[in-house]
């Protein structure tokens, strides 16, 4: 074509025509993949170390100890149950994995449906990507291996360990061991694909009624699966594990055994590729698993196709729909939580009242930060909820030692919960402010009151709800009076601690070019933020779990009578809680000194 | 080369752009002009296929926007007001992946690289991560991936934004250039001075529709009283 002269529509439609074809755009695609990964790792190599090797250092320690955990478990079932082939052995198996994998299959279609969701619609490289001349399909195929990943990954790391010692264990033939990457690979890409498949129709007919959609269906999956486990449990102690238990059981979960459903057929795949043929030619269970895995990887392919062609129809449909609705403009009114927080703070300078205030505002106005908080801490409240069991037989020295250490354990886990959303939510707050500096700086506010405010905002905001928390476990594991006031004075320790280290830490390593919480928190400062907080909780935790401990069995279990003493047990455990609050003291005021004398030099 | 039909868009019961019609010939540089919320960005957004018509239909060339998403990607080159870079890519890894999206050759699409960078003056960083370039540095960068094909059709969402007096006179330059060789050129701006300066026609917004459409000459001749600039035309034109 001439640079003057204006081409015809046929030249014009001459020049579409040389557009990529299917497979070259997936190489393209493939390309973009490995540039940025090796960029990422790179990247991580130099200048993230210390999170990366936490990393994998962690997700090896976790492999392994599950690892030896499924060993075990499994050591046991065919100690008392019996060997591979026979039929107890198979139901047994028959009943633990088909709703172990029918667990995970559900987990697999809410999360790749939900991070699909996040990479096709409201994602930025998503908006650019669409204004070039890619296929649908293959955006949309694009955007799903990230979600295929990323969802199943965990799938992976709990099902690798489990079925390697099931194998080992069992004395499974070399066969198993091969068809375990292939099962694992089309088991996971099944209910992926599905959660695929569903968000794409569900942004394409109901693009506004999404969030409750969701809502809905997990909430029943959860009301279903919470009366099961409870029915499970409620029996009484004399028919718990009984026969009768274990028929009840059975048949209750009867529905995770569904010949339809993808986690039977790998249920059954592992049971066929686990045992030996004995003496019949006609028995061959390599080809028996063998068929579960031709059905687990039609099925896969099948869903893949369904998933491209619908992608290629609805994909771009469904995103206009999603952007063409009203944006809602909440109405943005006094809250009663901010009335209830405004009257708990008169105690405070004005101005640190409203510094407190405005963290305040800006965490209830972003779900991402609750709702994190809301699932964690419900979970862990639905868990302490149900820790009675060992409040029977209190008298049992056995009992007495368990309710001990889990009402410690609780109190660690709680703080470990803390300290993630302490780094995730806490310690990116200085450097979110970067841009917005300007103003705070301009203001006549002094530059200690900022980060006292937000040291009191961690401090306050996450001792409320631990401390109901810790409350709730020690009133259901009906503990004395003296364990719980340790505990609640542990948990003080804790919220200050940890929010000192927070906002400490977080003044003397800003991050101002980021904007976003997470790759801040991300970073080489929350990765040291969050592993000393972690050492922080064990050292308070051990430094009186065990005076309290021992203070407890005195004159119940047989000790050495020098170490059960009262005045001796009664001073290890007054200096337990003393070198607890010493260190409280420390990893509280250094970070924060640290981080009010960095916050007075800062120059943004 | 670009004609909106009618075309309306709404957001619930709230009308963004309202039975839009407008004819850019080839060769002509159009600016969109209009307060925030006047429809210029919906009408863009249209265009190059991130939003539907609610009723209507928008031609580029021989195509429909809604039914040929693809060749009309092919025949347009997008700037957006917020310009979009793989953080973890290079500058030339960015452009390279633009190009190949386009179906450029090697030796085309490394052609095409080495110009643009020349012309947008992104040599000095162009191989570093885009993660730490400036505003300016990304701009650049998005108009010369942009070009890279060498489209039909630019469409420039806010070009001036956040650009430094080198690098406005430098889009300035290269928006009229590739105007009078016989491309065409779409842009919204707030920015009037350039508006004038370069534009061949303009289109003034309000409340999702064109209250005018013409020249600057022609606006001056509907107004005399309101002043000689663009913008003492346009301030007074918004004031009706």
Redesign the interface.
């Known amino acids: 074509m001439n640079?003057?002269?204006?081409?015809t529509?046929a030249q014009?439609?001459e020049?579409?025509s040389?557009?990529?074809t299917h497979d070259?755009?997936g190489q393209?695609f493939l390309?973009?993949r490995l540039?940025?990964a090796r960029?990422?790792l790179k990247?991580l190599l130099a200048n993230a170390r210390l999170r990366t090797g936490l990393v994998v250092g962690l997700s090896i320690f976790f492999w392994f100890g599950l690892f030896a955990l499924f060993y075990n478990g499994f050591e046991f079932v065919i100690k008392y149950v019996e060997s591979p082939g026979s039929r107890y052995h198979s139901d047994t198996m028959l009943f633990v994995f088909p709703l172990f994998f029918l667990s995970l299959q559900v987990m697999l279609i809410f999360s790749s449906g939900i991070i699909l969701y996040g990479g096709l619609y409201p994602s930025?490289?998503t908006?650019?990507l669409?204004?070039?001349?890619?296929?649908?399909e293959r955006l949309v195929f694009y955007r799903f291996q990230e979600a295929l990943l990323f969802s199943s990954w965990g799938f992976f790391l709990l099902a690798s360990p489990m079925l390697l010692a099931y194998g080992m264990v069992a004395g499974a033939p070399w066969y198993y061991f091969a068809y375990l990457l292939p099962l694992m690979a089309s088991f996971a890409y099944i209910p992926c694909t599905i959660g695929a498949i569903l968000c794409l129709l569900l942004i394409y007919r109901l693009p506004s009624m999404r969030r409750i959609a969701v809502g809905v269906v997990a909430l029943a999956i959860i009301v279903v699966a919470y009366q099961s486990i409870w029915k499970t449990l409620e029996f009484s102690e004399t028919e718990f594990l009984g026969n009768s238990w274990f028929k009840d059981t059975l048949k209750r979960f009867r529905f995770a055994r569904g010949e339809w459903l993808p986690s039977t057929w790998l249920s059954n795949a592992l049971i066929e590729a686990v045992r030996r043929s004995h003496n019949n030619p006609r028995d061959l269970p390599w080809l028996e698993a063998g068929k579960y895995l031709v059905v687990l990887v039609s099925n896969a392919l099948a869903l893949h196709l369904i998933f491209i062609w619908l992608g290629k129809r609805v994909y771009?449909?469904s995103y206009?729909e999603l952007?063409?609705?009203?944006?809602k403009k909440p109405k943005l009114s006094l809250a009663w939580v901010d009335r209830v927080a405004g009257f708990m703070l008169k105690p405070f300078p004005v101005q640190t009242r409203l510094l407190i205030m405005k963290d305040l505002r800006l965490f209830r106005r972003d779900p991402v930060q609750w709702s994190q908080f809301l699932i964690f801490f419900g979970l862990l409240l639905l868990y302490f909820a149900n820790v009675d069991r060992f409040r029977q037989h209190k008298s049992d020295i056995n009992v007495l030692t368990w309710v001990n250490i889990v009402s410690f354990l609780n109190l660690a886990v709680v703080g470990l919960i803390l300290s993630t959303f302490t780094t995730r939510f806490i310690y990116p707050l200085i450097s979110l402010e970067g841009r917005r500096f300007w103003i705070l700086s301009r203001l006549p506010v002094d530059r200690d009151t900022i980060l006292w405010g937000k040291f009191l905002f961690a401090a306050c905001g996450s001792w409320l709800p631990c401390a109901a928390l810790v409350g709730i476990s020690d009133v259901m594991l009906d503990v004395s009076f003296m364990v719980v006031a340790v505990h609640q004075l542990i948990c003080l320790l804790l919220c200050l601690g940890l929010a000192g280290m927070a906002v400490g830490f977080g003044a003397m390593m800003p991050n101002f070019r980021e904007q976003s919480p997470s790759k801040i928190a991300a970073g080489f400062g929350g990765t040291l933020n969050l592993v000393l907080s972690a050492l922080y909780i064990m050292a308070v935790v051990l430094m009186t779990a065990l005076p309290c401990h021992f203070f407890l069995l005195a004159g119940k279990a047989e000790l050495p009578r020098k170490l059960l003493q009262p005045q001796y047990l009664r001073f290890w455990l007054m200096l337990g809680i003393l070198a607890s609050m010493v260190l409280a003291a420390i990893v509280t005021i250094l970070p924060l000194r640290g981080g009010l004398r960095a916050f007075r030099r800062l120059e943004v | 080369?670009l004609r909106f039909d009618n075309v309306t868009?709404?957001?619930?019961?709230?009308v963004a752009v309202d039975r839009l019609n407008l004819h850019v010939d080839?060769?002509e540089l159009f600016a969109l002009l209009g307060h925030n919320g006047a429809g210029k960005t919906t009408t863009i957004k249209m265009l190059?296929?991130?939003?539907?018509p609610?009723s209507g239909a928008i031609y580029v060339?021989?195509?429909n926007v809604v039914d040929n998403?693809?060749?009309v990607?092919?025949?347009?080159g997008?700037v957006?007001d917020?310009p979009?870079l793989?953080d973890?890519?290079s500058g030339r890894?960015f452009l390279r992946?633009?190009a190949?999206?386009?179906?450029m050759s090697d030796g085309a699409a490394a052609e095409a690289v080495a110009r643009e960078s020349d012309r947008f003056q992104l040599k000095e960083f162009l191989d570093q991560?885009t993660e730490s370039y400036s505003h300016g540095m990304r701009q650049r960068t998005v108009f010369a991936a942009a070009l890279l094909h060498q489209p039909?059709l630019l469409v420039v969402d806010e070009p001036m934004v956040g650009l430094d007096p080198h690098s406005i006179r430098l889009v300035k330059d290269l928006l009229k250039n590739y105007a009078d060789?016989?491309k065409t050129v779409l842009m919204s701006t707030h920015t009037l001075e350039v508006a004038e300066a370069i534009c061949d026609r303009v289109g003034v917004m309000k409340s999702g529709k064109i209250v005018f459409e013409g020249k600057v000459e022609e606006m001056r001749q509907l107004n005399p009283n309101a002043g000689q600039s663009l913008e003492s035309l346009y301030l007074a034109m918004m004031d009706e």
Request: hydrophobic letters at 30%.
């Open positions: 640079e003057r002269t204006p081409p529509d014009l439609i020049l579409c040389k557009l990529p070259r755009e393209i390309r973009l540039q940025m960029t990422h990247f930025r490289e908006e650019f669409i204004t070039l001349p890619v296929r649908d771009r449909p206009w952007h063409s609705r009203r944006a | 080369m868009r709404t957001y619930g019961s709230r080839r060769g190059v296929g991130l939003l539907r609610s060339g021989p195509y998403p693809r060749e990607s092919r025949l347009i997008y957006p917020l979009f793989y973890k890519l890894e992946f633009v190949d999206m386009y179906g991560l039909e060789s016989g």
